[in-house]
């Protein structure tokens, strides 16, 4: 069995929509595919139906943007109801902060002599549930200012780069709570990738265990190969289940495709005896997986 647990489609930064995705992710020889948008669930319906047209198993995601100790962390929330109104305020707050910093996001860019209109970002976002970074990337793109998203980020757009701004993210403790009274399972996201490892020690991730964490991404292509082997070492000690996942982006980011990492079945049946148990307690009814 194949499985890849975290794709983006264009509902947030991928350039596929839903089905679009399904059917590469079947031509890739894949099992099982997780969508898992950025803050939104909109192509769960999509994704399902097309997944159950290509007798591929679908696993609906959320990648949520979080918060701790000050650096960004993301936090993959798999079969999770949707419509648990805390997390539905939560998502809302999220994906309007990320909107709402473009147009400060511009004016950086035109101190530093780049051009740019909300219409130039806006033509590139389609039918994303809000513009981010990578849709202003794109735009760059589009524009001829860089060669292509790594660049942009690099140049501009990252962390510490000219371009620049901070936005609302939802505080992580609060919202492993809030995924399991909501009936789903969490995943730390490429915990040791870009920023977040130096806030995500073996002690946070312990006390995050005990709070109710269910498993870490350890095959992620952020990880070298010593952080993983670590990782895995502590998801190991910690009863953590350990995933692996292209986070697949479709043209903006060919680095990885899909499939270029994948979670064992074991670890996928593990993470889904932990989906019924928090369906049950939480007294909700969250979607299910559908396995082919
Ligand atoms: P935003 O939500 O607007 O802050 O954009 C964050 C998204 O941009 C992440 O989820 C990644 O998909 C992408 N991203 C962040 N940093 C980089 C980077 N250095 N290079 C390429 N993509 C990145
Ligand atoms: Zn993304
Ligand atoms: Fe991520
Ligand atoms: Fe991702």
Same mark, same amino acid.
């Given at each position: 069995? $194949?499985?890849?647990?975290?794709?983006?489609?264009?509902?947030s930064d991928?350039t596929?929509?839903?089905?679009?995705?399904?059917q590469?992710a079947?031509?890739a020889?894949?099992?099982v595919?997780?969508?898992?948008d950025? *803050?939104?669930?909109d192509?769960?319906d999509d994704a399902? !139906?097309?997944?159950?047209d290509l007798?591929? #198993?679908f696993?609906?995601g959320i990648?949520i943007?979080?918060?701790?100790? #000050?650096? #960004?962390?993301h936090?993959?929330?798999?079969?999770?109801?949707? #419509?648990?109104?805390?997390?539905r305020?939560?998502?809302?707050?999220?994906?309007?902060?990320?909107?709402s910093?473009?147009p400060a996001?511009?004016?950086?860019?035109?101190?530093?002599g780049?051009?740019?209109?909300?219409?130039d970002?806006?033509?590139?976002?389609?039918?994303?549930a809000a513009v981010?970074r990578p849709h202003?990337?794109?735009?760059l793109?589009?524009?001829g200012?860089?060669?292509n998203r790594d660049?942009?980020?690099d140049r501009?757009? +990252?962390?510490g780069?000219?371009?620049?701004?901070?936005?609302?993210a939802?505080?992580?403790? *609060?919202?492993?709570d809030?995924?399991?009274?909501a009936?789903?399972v969490?995943v730390i996201?490429h915990?040791?990738g870009r920023?977040?490892?130096s806030?995500?020690s073996?002690?946070?991730?312990?006390?995050?265990?005990?709070?109710g964490?269910t498993?870490?991404?350890?095959d992620h292509?952020?990880?070298?190969v +010593?952080?993983?082997?670590e990782l895995?070492?502590v998801?190991?000690r910690?009863?953590?289940?350990?995933?692996?996942a !292209?986070?697949?982006?479709?043209?903006?980011?060919l680095?990885?495709?899909?499939g270029?990492?994948?979670?064992?079945p074991?670890?996928?049946?593990r993470?889904?005896?932990?989906a019924e148990?928090?369906?049950?307690r939480?007294?909700r009814a969250p979607? $299910?997986?559908?396995l082919p």
């Amino acid at each position: 069995m $194949r499985i890849d647990l975290h794709t983006h489609s264009d509902r947030s930064d991928g350039t596929d929509d839903p089905r679009a995705l399904m059917q590469r992710a079947s031509e890739a020889g894949l099992d099982v595919v997780a969508l898992t948008d950025h *803050d939104t669930s909109d192509g769960w319906d999509d994704a399902r !139906s097309a997944a159950h047209d290509l007798d591929l #198993g679908f696993v609906a995601g959320i990648e949520i943007s979080c918060r701790h100790a #000050g650096a #960004g962390v993301h936090l993959l929330a798999y079969l999770v109801d949707p #419509g648990y109104q805390p997390l539905r305020h939560e998502l809302g707050r999220i994906l309007a902060g990320r909107s709402s910093r473009l147009p400060a996001t511009l004016g950086r860019l035109r101190k530093i002599g780049i051009e740019l209109d909300a219409a130039d970002v806006r033509a590139v976002s389609g039918p994303a549930a809000a513009v981010g970074r990578p849709h202003v990337a794109d735009a760059l793109v589009a524009k001829g200012v860089v060669a292509n998203r790594d660049e942009a980020f690099d140049r501009y757009l +990252a962390h510490g780069r000219p371009a620049y701004v901070d936005r609302y993210a939802a505080e992580l403790e *609060d919202m492993v709570d809030m995924v399991e009274r909501a009936g789903g399972v969490t995943v730390i996201a490429h915990p040791w990738g870009r920023q977040s490892r130096s806030a995500l020690s073996a002690d946070v991730l312990a006390g995050l265990t005990a709070r109710g964490l269910t498993g870490v991404e350890v095959d992620h292509q952020d990880h070298d190969v +010593a952080a993983r082997q670590e990782l895995r070492e502590v998801a190991d000690r910690l009863g953590l289940v350990a995933t692996g996942a !292209s986070d697949f982006h479709g043209e903006g980011k060919l680095d990885c495709p899909l499939g270029c990492n994948l979670t064992a079945p074991d670890q996928l049946e593990r993470l889904l005896v932990a989906a019924e148990q928090a369906a049950t307690r939480s007294g909700r009814a969250p979607p $299910r997986a559908v396995l082919p």
